[in-house]
Structure formats: structure tokens, C-alpha cells
């Protein structure tokens, strides 16, 4: 194997401890009174959007910033509940930026660059600073230091949370910080605006096309520098943990112009999710992984067994992951743990009304918490009920929110009944391809947070993803955009009617008037949920070689279908909602296609992509090293068809090994 | 079930704006009531009627988007929910359901069921915020704070900027969601600094913005799907004082 010349990835010089100091401080800068007159458009407010346009309107950039939603604050990292790592150490448990950099190449199943994981793990800890200095209320402990709970795939304490808001507390520090620049007047913010095309001059990202989805009107914006903060594509599943809103078009787009798509058959099925209720289900909500600290899953010994969980005897409880990870337990990583509930169900051994779910059950955590407490509350020989009724009380301070929101969908109340929990489609490891300074096959482009494919490999761990956002935004793309943009301080705003802008434009129009003029027989919403059942029978948590190809047919009928006979209702110079899931599933149709075309060629099982015909005697992920250490980037050429390029990974500061949980 | 929906429809902030009627029929109890609206549109969709618009995202209670009125009530009859988080199951067969936009002179109606908020990002930018750039920060553990300072603030920045509270209260003043800002920096050693600034900038701009004044009713306590409490606007209003005294001081 070796790196098609296509992909540089500028990984730095120097042993991996040394790579990104030297490099900071080595990148070329650009002096204040030139950043003064450097436009950089940010697309996306969520934390990598946020922390991106704060931190380089604070440098002295002019910086413009957009998002879908009425305001920058409701960006899907808000939904984020459990934590966010860091390498602080601060539980004296053995943690450091090795350790943290370990896990995370582990946790990615060995499909991560060594040298931007490094990274990672080193600001990993300035994050946490740069929050609490903003007034993000982390939980703390009583003598008022940081607390930290444990995540999965890891056996240290690491993650800083806030209850179970900690997306939220993180984005509104991120969102102050932005706005704060909005009131200086360093950055202009568009709400209620939509992407639609990257404008391309001369091979460099000069800026984009947006809706202003208010008034239906296309505008032209510049930029000498373009970056894509937009989120994950999980919603291709149609039902997944995402915002209704989260999508794809802003990394399509881009892709379609020339940057190159990684890894998209990497994508993360969170372990515990509510189950499907219905037919009318529109999204998936996700409980805290944090839940599985203190929760134990089991379903029963006996298939098809309808008694309810608290009449099933606990000799006649199978324990699954404690029985068959025995080190890691209940705390296996996100992609094993929810193979293993599919494997049981799949089985016949799943539990609830449709029999695709597994039991997740606080009643030994609540027994062990109230002992606990009665201890150090000094009550000696407490009675069984008063036992319990203090172990509810330590597990609602902890997770309280998180039984509320089951209580609240599912109508059960977890403190009496285990939880009923399914896996779901969660979050995308693959994205746009990067170089180690963030910047796609385009240059002037960038892509950072969940919108890039860098630092996860084929399995994100929990509390990763808030880590990764924010270090793009806070602390890599300040300094790594200097290389870029050093060479860019004699380039003169450049102005919106030049010819690029002209055709982006004309071919957003086009398509936005191509949708409204079908006026077919069916919804866009009939289309994203055929879409999302095929991507879930054939590319979700289990893959075949048939069962691929099929879906690669079937989607390119129903992309055919969709384009004959969707149904999108109003105009273009209106709010209208329609027409911008239309276009957002036009795209998704097309993304789709590329996933298990991605899927297909990797012969081999690895985190979250797992090949049925790839697996060990007792099932588990059976990577083949020798052939597939590589990162598959696309280069989109035409519809449907695709040239792949490789980036090969080398480990020179881990051994490369079969992942053991056991 | 059966579920009559009376749903305000305005084409846009010029137009007028009217109830119109529609019988939903199979409502499921497991449906959230975004869902119900989804189940709606499909159908108005395919007999090719417009589809009614609505504001919503995360539809799990934390981004503030959605922003029904359903029954006088902002976010519906429960307590501490926001709209998406509303299942049918709290309805009856045969309920009449009137759903309508938030109603504010700082909250204009864009569409059907959807207003512009942006008031809100305008009085954050006013001081809604602790000024340290990217960088400055010293490690984490060097700032202690009690846990119950912190939890309190916590409390307080729970508040997902929804504008329910301005929906609820009948002179539609944004003192809830603006002094819930305040709190949380006030209860903060990291916000002391600009302690007495960021009060007065916020208020001068939420009356820029055209909120009314509290007269103490508690509607916005009650309706807040964070139950973001009153004693946040106590604490806003001698934050506001002593801010005043300083500077006459000075
Ligand atoms: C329910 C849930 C819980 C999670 N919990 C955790 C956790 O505990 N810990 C953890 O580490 N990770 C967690 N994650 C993952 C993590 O939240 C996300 O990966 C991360 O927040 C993504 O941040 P982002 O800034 O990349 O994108 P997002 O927050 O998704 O922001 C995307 C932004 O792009 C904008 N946008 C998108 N497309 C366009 C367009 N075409 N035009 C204009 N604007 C556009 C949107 O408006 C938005 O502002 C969770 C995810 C989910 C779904
Ligand atoms: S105070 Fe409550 S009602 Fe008002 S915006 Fe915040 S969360 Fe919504
Ligand atoms: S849709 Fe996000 S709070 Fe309701």
C-alpha cells in the first residue's frame, strides 16, 4: 500500500510528543493589522462553529457565521448529555495524555492518525480550562474541585460533565463567547440560513451560496477562507439520536466541488436508546451513556420470555457483557456493546412488545448506593427500604434528568422497572478528508468537528466528540489556519458578482426550483424513510457483500424515484420547511450510495463497520490489518461513481493489536 | 384517538392570521405531539394543502425550538416540558386542541406557528457573558467554587432560551430568561469582574427590544419548562440595584 499523492496530510515532523508544539510554534502567522481585512465565513454554530468564530474574531479576523436554526445556541451539540474528556488527571487514577491518546486510537479500532489523536489528547486538558473561565457550571465536589465520572472503553476517570446537560453548558459558554464578538462587531451572525453550494475560484474556497430560509432568498457571501462546522450525517438512517435538522448538505456540497469524502461507512450505533415506539416515530432519543456506570444489561435465559423483568429471577437473568467481557463489563465500547444487544435480540431473547430490546436495570446500583450512604450517613442496620429509598435518592442526583426523559417518552418509571434500551444510529466518525492543519482536497476549505472524519477511526468513544469539537475550534484551527491564510493577506476581497458566484448560484436556484416543480405523489419524508430502512437492514450495525450491492441498487431507484415523483409543497420565497428537508434528503440520497459503497470495499470488520463475513469463532471484529490500514477518502467524479484514494495509517508509537475487552 | 386541532395559520407577518380545524384521527398515546403534527402534514402534503410550520430540532426538550401554545398554555398542560417533549397520552379521545404561536410585540410571527426570537441573542450580546478570550485561562482546580454555588448556577444556566416565559406572562417581559443569565454569572466567581456591567446592559437591551416590565404574576415560573425559578429575578433586580447605587457612586 502507499498514499495516493492526492492526500497530503502534513503530519509534522518530530517524535509524536514534540510534533504539534514545534509545529504551533513554527506555523506561519499572520500580523493583526493583515488579519483585520481576512474574511473567514464559519458555517455552523454548534462547538466546533462556535469556538471556531469566537476564538478567530478574538484574533482580529472578520468572521461571518451561519446556521440553520433561529439562533446560533440551538445547534445540535446542545443535545449532548453525558460529558466531555480531558487528560486532567485530576482523580490521581493514572490518567495522562498518553493514556487518553491510547484509548482513543484503541477505542477507533486502529483507524486514526496517530499524530492528530496526539493532539488531541494534549489540548484536551486547556478545553476544560478555557470553560470553567467562561463560567460553564461543571459538577463539582464539595470541597469545591472538579468531579469526573468514568465513560466507556476506558478504566480511568476522565469525563467532566454538568448532570446531564453538558453539550448545552459547553455550547452556551461557546455561544456567549460567540455572541460577545457578534455585540463587538467582529462577527456577523445569519441565523435562519442554509448552505447550499461552496464557491470555488481559481481551485480555492472563496466563500458560499446561502438561503436565507426566512425569505427564500439566495445570497452570495465571500470569504477567504471557508469552514465546514456542520455536524454529523447520521440522519441518512432517517431515525437516528440526530436534530431533526442535522444534515449533510454543507459536506455534500462541498464534496461534489472536490473534497474528498473519508470513511463514511464509519458510523456509531450508541448502545442505549429508547426503543421504537411506532410507525409515526420521527427521531430516537438517547439515554446517557453514563447509564451504563451504574446500570447493568441483561435480558432473559429463556427465549421469548414475556414475564415482566421484576418476576424474572435473577439466576434466570443473563448478563451478557459482564458474562462475555468480563474486564470491561457493562462498560464495553459503544460499537461492541451494541452489537452484543443485536446478537441477543436477533437471538430471541429481547425483551418489551416489539422483542428488539434489552433490559437496563438500576436495582442493584440503587441497593449499592444506599448502603453506601446509610454508612456515611451513620445509620446502622437500615432496613431494606430504607436502604433503597436512599440509593434513589444518590441515583437521581446523578441521573435524575436521564430517568425523567425515559419516564417522560416511554410512560415507565425507571426507579421500579429496568429500562427497556435498543442500539441507534448516534453519531458519524467518517466525514470530510483532512490534513492534520483540518483543511479538505480543497484548499481554503475546512472541515472541523463531527463534519470531518480525523480523530475517532471507526469508533468514537463516549465524551470524545465534545472534546474533539471544541480542540478544533478553541485550539487547533487559530493556529493551523495561519498557513494558509499567511498567503492570502494580498488577496482583495473578492466580489460577489464574479462569474463562480454567478454559477453557484444559478445551480442552487435550479435545484431549489427543480424540487418545487416535480410536484409528484409523495412526501419528502415517504423518500428519507425508505431511505433510512434500507441504510439500516443493509449498512447498520451488521454488513454483507449481498446485502450491500442490494442496497446500492435499491437506493439508486429510489434516488430515481424520489427525482420523479417527491412532493414538495409551497415556494421558494417563503419559510417553507418542505423544501428544505427536500433538499437535504436529495442529498442524503446520494450520500447513502457512497456508504455502502465504502462498506462494500472494505473487507474487513472494525469498530463500528462490521462485515458479517469478517468475524472471530465467538463473533467478535476481525480486522485485516495487513490490508486495510488505511483511511478510504472519495473523490466524487460523477454521479454514482467515485475514485478511491488511500491514506495509510502507520503506528509508530502503539502496537497495532486485536482489540480485547475481555 | 380522535383529536381536534384548532391551529392558527398566517401566511406571513403581514397577514392577518386565522384558527382553521383539522380532525387528526389514530392519534397513537405513544405519539409526541410533534409527531401528531407530523402525522398532519403528511397529510395535508399529499392532498395538497400547505403544511403547517412549525419551529423544532433536538424534539428531546434542550434546544428551546419548539414553541407551541396549546390551550393558553405555552408548551402545553404539563409541567416542565417543552413542547416536543408533550405525549398524546396527557390528551383524551375527542380533546379540541388550540395550538398557537408564542404572542409577543418582540416575538413577530414569521409563519404559522413560527416567530423570530432573535431578541434573545441581541440581549446576550448585550453581557450575557464572562469576557475571556480563547487562551487566557488558568488551569481549571485553581478556580474552587462550593458545590452548591455551583449547583445553584447550574440551575440557572439551565434556561434553554425558549421564550416560554415571555409567551406566559401577559406583559410579555423577558425578566426569566434574562435574569437567569444574570444568575448564573452572579453565583460565579468567574463573573464578578463584569458583575454590575452585565446587569445593566442586559436590561437596557431587553427594554431596547420591546419586553414588557414584571408586575410579579409568577406565569413564567410556572410555564418554564426548565422550572427556572423566581427567585432569579430577586436576585436580578438587587443585582440591578446595587449595579445603579455603584454607579451614581462613581
Ligand atoms: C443525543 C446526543 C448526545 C450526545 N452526547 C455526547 C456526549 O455526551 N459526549 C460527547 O462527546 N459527544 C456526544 N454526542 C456527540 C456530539 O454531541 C456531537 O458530535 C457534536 O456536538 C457535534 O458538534 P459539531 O459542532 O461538529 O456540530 P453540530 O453541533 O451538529 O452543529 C452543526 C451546526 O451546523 C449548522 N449547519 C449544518 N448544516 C448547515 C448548512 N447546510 N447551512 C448552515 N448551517 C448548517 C447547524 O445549524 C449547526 O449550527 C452526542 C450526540 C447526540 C446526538
Ligand atoms: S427561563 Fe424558562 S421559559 Fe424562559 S426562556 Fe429560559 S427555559 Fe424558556
Ligand atoms: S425541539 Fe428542541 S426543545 Fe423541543
Known sequence: ?662 | MTINLKVWRQKNNADKGRLETYVVKDVSPDMSFLEMFDVLNERLITEGKEPIAFDHDCREGICGMCSMFINGRPHGPKQGITTCQLHMRSFNDGDTVVVEPWRAAAFPVIKDLVVNRSAFDRVISAGGFVSVNTGNAKDANNILIPKPDADDAFNAAACIGCGACVAACKNSSAMLFVSAKVSQFALLPQGQVERAERVEKMVAQMDEEGFGNCTNTGACEAECPKSISLENIARMNREYLSAKLLANKK
Open chain 1, 1 to 662: 500500500m502507499s498514499t495516493s499523492p492526492k492526500l497530503k496530510s502534513k503530519i509534522p515532523d518530530g517524535t509524536l510528543e514534540n510534533k504539534w508544539t514545534k509545529y504551533r510554534s513554527t506555523v506561519p502567522l499572520v500580523n493583526p493589522a493583515n488579519k483585520r481585512s481576512i474574511e473567514i465565513i464559519v458555517v455552523g454554530s454548534g462547538l466546533a462553529g462556535s469556538s471556531a468564530a469566537a476564538t478567530l474574531a478574538e484574533l482580529g479576523y472578520k468572521v461571518k457565521v451561519f446556521c440553520f436554526q433561529d439562533s446560533p445556541r440551538r445547534a445540535h451539540s446542545i443535545a449532548a448529555q453525558g460529558g466531555i474528556n480531558a487528560a486532567k488527571n485530576y482523580q490521581n487514577d493514572g490518567d495522562s495524555v498518553y493514556r487518553l491518546f491510547y484509548d482513543t486510537i484503541k477505542g477507533g479500532d486502529y483507524r486514526a492518525r496517530e499524530a492528530n489523536v496526539h493532539r488531541l489528547a494534549e489540548v484536551s486538558g486547556n478545553i476544560i480550562d478555557q470553560c470553567v473561565a467562561q463560567g460553564v457550571p461543571f459538577a463539582r465536589e464539595y470541597g469545591g474541585t472538579l468531579s469526573n465520572r468514568s465513560f466507556g472503553g476506558t478504566q480511568v476517570q476522565r469525563t467532566f460533565y454538568a448532570a446531564g446537560q453538558t453539550g448545552q453548558q459547553l455550547l452556551l459558554g461557546a455561544y456567549t463567547a460567540l455572541q460577545r464578538q457578534v455585540g463587538m462587531g467582529a462577527v456577523s451572525m445569519y441565523a435562519r440560513h442554509e448552505m447550499l453550494d461552496v464557491v470555488v475560484i481559481d481551485g480555492k474556497a472563496r466563500g458560499i451560496i446561502a438561503r436565507d430560509l426566512t425569505t427564500g432568498k439566495l445570497e452570495r457571501h465571500f470569504g477567504h477562507a471557508v469552514l465546514l462546522c456542520t455536524g454529523g450525517y447520521g440522519n441518512v438512517f432517517f431515525l437516528s439520536t440526530n436534530a431533526m435538522g442535522s444534515n449533510v448538505t454543507a459536506a455534500w456540497k462541498a464534496h461534489r466541488k472536490g473534497a474528498f469524502f473519508a470513511n463514511p461507512c464509519f458510523t456509531q450505533i450508541h448502545t442505549t436508546c429508547i426503543p421504537v415506539s411506532g410507525d409515526h416515530q420521527s427521531k430516537l432519543t438517547l439515554m446517557s451513556e453514563s447509564l451504563r456506570n451504574d446500570g447493568r444489561i441483561w435480558v432473559p435465559k429463556k427465549q421469548n420470555d414475556t414475564r415482566p423483568a421484576t418476576q424474572i429471577p435473577e439466576e434466570e437473568r443473563d448478563y451478557y457483557l459482564e458474562r462475555r467481557y468480563p474486564a470491561f463489563g457493562n462498560l464495553v465500547p459503544r460499537d461492541v456493546a451494541s452489537r452484543a444487544a443485536k446478537e441477543r435480540c436477533d437471538a430471541g431473547y429481547g425483551v418489551g412488545t416489539s422483542k428488539m430490546a434489552v433490559y437496563l436495570d438500576y436495582a442493584s446500583a440503587i441497593e449499592r448506593y444506599g448502603k453506601i450512604e446509610a454508612n456515611k450517613q451513620g445509620i446502622h442496620h437500615p432496613s431494606q427500604d430504607e436502604i433503597i429509598k436512599l440509593g434513589k435518592s444518590v441515583v437521581k442526583e446523578k441521573y435524575g434528568n436521564l430517568f425523567d426523559m425515559y419516564k417522560q417518552i416511554t410512560g415507565e418509571d425507571p426507579y421500579e422497572v429496568p429500562m427497556r434500551i435498543y442500539p441507534a444510529v448516534h453519531y458519524t466518525m467518517g466525514g470530510l478528508w483532512v490534513d492534520y492543519n483540518l483543511m479538505t482536497t480543497i484548499p481554503g476549505l475546512y472541515a472541523l468537528g463531527e463534519a470531518n472524519f480525523s480523530d475517532h477511526g471507526a469508533n468514537r468513544l463516549g465524551a470524545s466528540a465534545l472534546m474533539q469539537g471544541l480542540a478544533d475550534g478553541y485550539f487547533v484551527i487559530p493556529y493551523t489556519i495561519g498557513e494558509f491564510l499567511s498567503g492570502e493577506i494580498r488577496t482583495k476581497a473578492i466580489p460577489t458578482d464574479h462569474p463562480a458566484f454567478d454559477d453557484a448560484e444559478k445551480s442552487a436556484d435550479e435545484r431549489v426550483q427543480k424540487l418545487l416543480s416535480i410536484k409528484g405523489t409523495k412526501s419528502v419524508d415517504y423518500f428519507h424513510k425508505r431511505l433510512g430502512k434500507i441504510m439500516w437492514d443493509e449498512c447498520g450495525m451488521a454488513r454483507n457483500e449481498n446485502g450491500l450491492k442490494k442496497a446500492i441498487a435499491e437506493i439508486q431507484q429510489l434516488r430515481a424515484e424520489f427525482w420523479k415523483d417527491v412532493r414538495v409543497p409551497g415556494s421558494s420565497n417563503e419559510l417553507n420547511p418542505e423544501l428544505e428537508k427536500a433538499g437535504r434528503v436529495a442529498d442524503f440520497l446520494e450520500l447513502g450510495e457512497l456508504m455502502c459503497v465504502d462498506a462494500l470495499g472494505r473487507n474487513e470488520s472494525c469498530g463500528g463497520h462490521f462485515r458479517e463475513e469478517h468475524q472471530t469463532e465467538d463473533g467478535e471484529a476481525l480486522r485485516h490489518d495487513d490490508q486495510y490500514a488505511f483511511v478510504a477518502a472519495w473523490e466524487y467524479q460523477a454521479d454514482s461513481k467515485w475514485e478511491l484514494h488511500k491514506e495509510d495509517l502507520a503506528y509508530e508509537n502503539i502496537k497495532i493489536a486485536q482489540r480485547n475487552y475481555k
